[in-house]
């Protein structure tokens, strides 16, 4: 909170100093708002930058100043002093405005964080711009939503979305992720999550692991859309999570329960029980999932789909990289031509159908043309063709199986197509495309990416990285009565 201290400025010869600054300000907008249709001689003389250097000097040098902010930290004895203009001020901060309204000195107590960006924020307010780092963006934003100065707090929210790629040395995603659960933030909330999803591997390797809060935890561990190796590598990262943190038994047991356990092989679960100290503590809360997940991989999923609800996420594939659950695909030249590739994955997580393989092919097309597009016949000219332009089309991906078989009654197939980036150096999952059985692409794929380009953000090195992922999803098909 800040603490109010002073006297009452002398208003003429101020406010008179506060005018001319207005008056400037006025006179810039005017000029360049000023319509000139029409008059082929009129030009626009524009010095706004040198109106902004100006006030910068104001600042620096406290000319015509008015008013004073000393901000104390615990991190020092002696407070910053400001000397500043309160109209500069309570044009940019209501806030600023009812603290300067009857004073002209005020004190103002700030964290350590903070106090060391005041300087930057103060320089924001008279000039409209700043730069920051990735360790400044919850300062930053903490001030801007102290003082009410509503336009940085959304230019720095706006920062941390388009910057969650960026490379750290602790990471800063989950950290960013609790802070905009903190002030409520549902965007920035959102968008961590939806980073953190795609890019859940590279998470789970870093500093920033241990970090993770354990509402945040159970949040991604119900995430089917989670991008990772196997599942066999998040519950590693989960056991380390969770020897580090010591949560309360309830919390352990929350935690373990969310791990798919079907999707992990029975030879790595036998390893699991005899191996893993924390299952072995935990054993009692998850000892029916473990049958459960035995009994899935013994019995074919048809029959055992008969006796147990499988409609349910316990069942249903994360986005797994592994091999057997699909292909990388990086097709050079995207902009080109048509291409095409084939690639195997397995029927099925159960070890029943350990053996059983499904082909499939993928066909990218850079330009197709939907049926409204395509050329057809003018009645103008005879015989003539509208002319299709290539930049009316658009990327297609479709994705069929190969063959069919009697194994495919009670599942169907999801596919997702990962597109991989590279930002700030690190390649990243930038989309991710699901498509069910019932459709063979994926609708909207890459509808925004202009492939043409070479300087493409979907390029890396002129090629496009994809991955497709197929996730069999089993259905009941007949209820046996118990």
């Known amino acids: 909170m800040a603490r109010l201290t002073g006297t009452r400025p002398a208003a003429t010869r101020r406010w008179g100093s ?137 230019g720095v929210a706006e920062y941390m979305r388009t910057h969650l790629a960026s490379e750290s040395s602790q990471g800063h995603v989950v950290g960013w992720y609790h802070y905009a659960v903190r002030v409520g933030d549902a965007a920035l909330q959102e968008s961590c999550l939806q980073f953190l999803a795609w890019n859940l591997s590279a998470v789970l390797g870093s500093a920033e692991w241990g970090s993770v809060s354990v509402e945040l935890l159970l949040l991604l561990l119900e995430r089917s859309d989670l991008v990772l190796h196997s599942e066999l590598e998040l519950y590693t990262a989960v056991e380390g999570w969770l020897s580090r943190r010591q949560p309360e038994a309830p919390v352990a047991e929350r935690v373990l329960r969310a791990i798919r356990y079907p999707m992990i092989a029975p030879s790595q679960l036998f390893r699991l029980q005899a191996q893993s100290a924390v299952l072995a503590r935990h054993r009692a809360a ?50 080109r031509d048509d291409r095409s590739t084939s690639f195997q994955t397995q029927l099925g997580p159960s070890s029943h159908d350990a053996g059983k393989r499904v082909t499939w092919n993928a066909l990218f097309s850079p330009r197709w043309l939907p049926v409204s597009l395509r050329p057809v016949y003018s009645d103008s000219v005879a015989g003539a063709v509208q002319p299709a332009r290539v930049e009316d089309g658009r990327p297609r991906l479709v994705i069929t199986p190969a063959m069919s078989s009697p194994d495919f009654a009670g599942v169907s197939f999801q596919k997702t197509v990962l597109v991989g980036v590279r930002q700030q150096g690190r390649v990243l999952v930038k989309h991710a495309y699901s498509f069910h059985q019932s459709s063979d692409e994926a609708a909207d794929f890459l509808v925004h990416a202009d492939l043409q380009k070479r300087t493409s953000e979907y390029l890396i090195d002129n090629s496009l990285h994809l991955h497709i992922i197929i996730k069999p999803v089993y259905h009941s098909l007949i209820k046996v009565k118990k």
């Not at 000892?287 to 499988?310: E, G, I, N, R």
């Not at 349910?312 to 292909?327: D, E, K, Q, T, V």
Request: charged share 15%.
């Open 286 to 335: 998850v000892q029916d999932l473990l049958f459960q997940a035995f009994q899935f991989h013994a019995a074919s999923p048809l029959h055992f789909a008969k006796y147990f609800d499988v409609n349910c996420s316990m069942f249903l594939p994360r986005n797994y990289l592994a091999p057997s659950w699909g292909s990388q695909w990086v097709i050079t030249n995207p902009a």
């Open 18 to 154: 506060a005018a001319a600054f207005l008056l400037l300000l006025l006179t810039v907008q005017a000029a360049q708002k000023a319509d000139f249709s029409g008059d082929s001689t009129a030009a626009t003389i524009n010095h706004s930058l040198t109106l902004l250097q100006r006030l910068q000097e104001l600042l620096q040098n406290g000319n015509g100043s008015d008013s004073v902010l000393r901000v104390r930290s615990a991190a020092s004895d002696e407070p910053k002093v400001f000397h500043t203009h309160q109209l500069l001020l309570s044009l940019q901060s209501e806030v600023f405005e009812s603290l300067l309204r009857n004073q002209s000195v005020v004190t103002l107590y700030e964290p350590p964080e903070t106090a060391a960006l005041f300087e930057k924020f103060i320089r924001y307010l008279y000039c409209g711009g700043v730069s920051i780092l990735l360790h400044q963006a919850i300062p930053m934003h903490q001030l801007a939503s102290k003082y009410r100065v509503w336009g940085l707090q959304r």
